[in-house]
């Protein structure tokens, strides 16, 4: 089973997911993959009707690294630097650097992560697929990305210690650090949405 201590920033815990702080206030709205509102914000505005030549072409999607920015959600002020953040993270798991991965958490988080723990969560982790699906301000004054990946691991390792593949949705809660951002503890009542690949 994948380890629930490690810091709740950490996707294979269910700690971590889709819902911002509550109070918070959605700057950018997204779609998940499937068609539905990311569980805690509004549903997307509407698309401006493609035949009217009065609307502005659409954003397109770009990306940093691994992680791809949704269309909707480059036009973010934020955007290319919670996406810059968000592909050390990934990168982190993926080459399995604890040293990496604890320096991205706040002194509190990284102090609760021992190197014991990160393995045993993530020791046979690899992710792709990682999307941000939105931006929003939490109430506490973090940034809340919201990103869709799919993360392979050993089964035991796993969420539900019963699937080699999994598809998620979560949040990660960023704190200001100086030009950058540290993860930051999620608000209690804030769980993480995965479920098996199908």
């Known amino acids: 089973m994948a380890a629930f201590a490690l ?9 971590t997911g889709a819902v911002p702080a509550s109070g918070g206030s959605v700057r950018v709205t997204s779609q998940a993959s499937n068609g539905d509102a990311t ?9 401006s009707n493609p035949s009217d030549p009065s609307s502005s072409p659409s954003p397109a999607a770009s990306g940093v690294g691994q992680v791809t920015i949704a269309a909707d959600v480059s036009q973010d002020a934020d955007a ?3 996406a810059t953040f968000v592909n050390q993270y990934f990168t982190a798991i993926n080459n399995h650097d604890y040293e990496s991965y604890v320096s991205l958490l706040n002194p509190q988080s990284a102090q609760a992560l021992t190197q014991e723990q990160f393995d045993s969560g993530y020791a046979s982790t690899v992710d792709s ?3 941000l699906r939105g931006i929003s301000t939490a109430a506490n004054g973090d940034l809340v990305a ?5 993360s392979r691991q050993n089964t035991a390792q796993s969420a539900n210690g019963a699937e080699s593949c999994t598809n998620w949705d979560i949040s990660l809660f960023l704190e200001q650090d100086g030009g950058g951002y540290l993860i930051d ?4 009542s804030y769980h993480a949405s995965y479920h098996g690949c199908q």
């Open 129 to 131: 697929a990682e999307t």
């Open 146 to 150: 919201y990103v869709t990946f799919t």
């Open 39 to 47: 569980p805690g914000q509004p549903e997307s505005a509407p698309s």
């Open 7 to 15: 810091v709740s920033a950490g996707h294979h815990s269910p700690r």
């Open 185 to 188: 503890q999620p608000p209690p």
């Open 80 to 82: 290319s630097a919670v």
